[in-house]
């Protein structure tokens, strides 16, 4: 009766329309994403450079030696791993002579120039990924069991919304730096002249599109956030 009164209740309607909102705006991101860097890797690079080549040139121009760059299995896989220290480039990337492969090298190598200056809120989302895991393993079930039992164990659906704050807040953290990451590689790629103003324009508008996946997904989870709130505040003054 509980989940059957939380899909009919009115008060609920506006979270699902937002919900849906959010979730057709990020379907059409994604493919303007992969339509915008299907487009870009046709257009090479005029130095010629490889993603890998770029990645190395970013490293060493910021000073930093220590790190890794790699090749990995599989599309848009691309990350900055600061545990071992690595650039990990898709097989596109690391071998791509194009715009999208620059920019995405270039914006991974920003990850690592965050790394090595301290970027404050690099080490905060670090220092925040152990709980995130533990959250992520369990938070699903405990907001499910918390939504069944709300009439007799309402403190479980509180422990649930707790956990998922914890991922909340971890998106809400991965905005600034993944925009600064952004910022970064294009400050060099112009700076460097790596890439000439048309390249650099369509290179700033595919990292622009695909900074917006990562507002979209934040703002997802801080409306799930509050429709479990809004949930529990129900529950509590109907007791």
């Known amino acids: 009766m509980h989940l059957l009164f939380m899909f009919l209740n009115p008060a609920y309607m506006g979270y699902y329309l937002v919900f849906g909102a959010l979730m057709l705006i990020s379907f059409i991101i994604q493919n303007r994403l992969k339509s915008r860097f299907e487009e870009y ?7 010629g450079m490889s993603g890998a080549e770029i990645a190395k040139k970013m490293l060493n121009d910021n000073g930093i030696f220590d790190v890794k760059i790699t090749c990995v299995e599989g599309s848009l896989t691309d990350h900055y791993n ?5 650039v990990n480039l898709s097989e596109d990337v690391y071998n791509g002579r194009t715009v999208s492969a620059a920019a995405v090298a270039a914006h991974e190598c920003g990850h690592a120039v965050q790394h090595a200056t301290a970027y404050s809120m690099l080490m905060l989302r670090s220092k925040l990924v152990p709980a995130v895991q533990f959250s992520s393993s369990l938070v699903q079930w405990i907001l499910f069991g918390g939504v069944m ?7 479980l659906l509180l ?3 707790g956990l998922f704050a914890v991922t909340t807040l971890f998106s809400l953290i991965t905005l600034p730096v993944e925009f600064d990451a952004s910022n970064r590689a294009l400050a060099w790629l112009d700076n460097s002249r790596t890439l000439p103003s ?5 290179a700033k ?3 622009n599109l695909a900074a917006m996946t990562y507002v979209v997904a934040a703002l997802t989870s801080l409306a799930t956030l509050f429709h479990y709130v809004m949930i529990y505040m129900g529950g ?3 007791d």
């Open 205 to 207: 508008s595919a990292l």
């Open 82 to 86: 600061p545990v071992d220290k690595t």
């Open 198 to 202: 048309l390249e650099h324009s369509k």
């Open 159 to 161: 422990f649930g919304i």
């Open 236 to 238: 509590r003054r109907r």
């Open 149 to 155: 039992l709300m009439n007799v164990f309402p403190s």
């Open 41 to 47: 890797a046709q257009i090479p690079t005029p130095n």
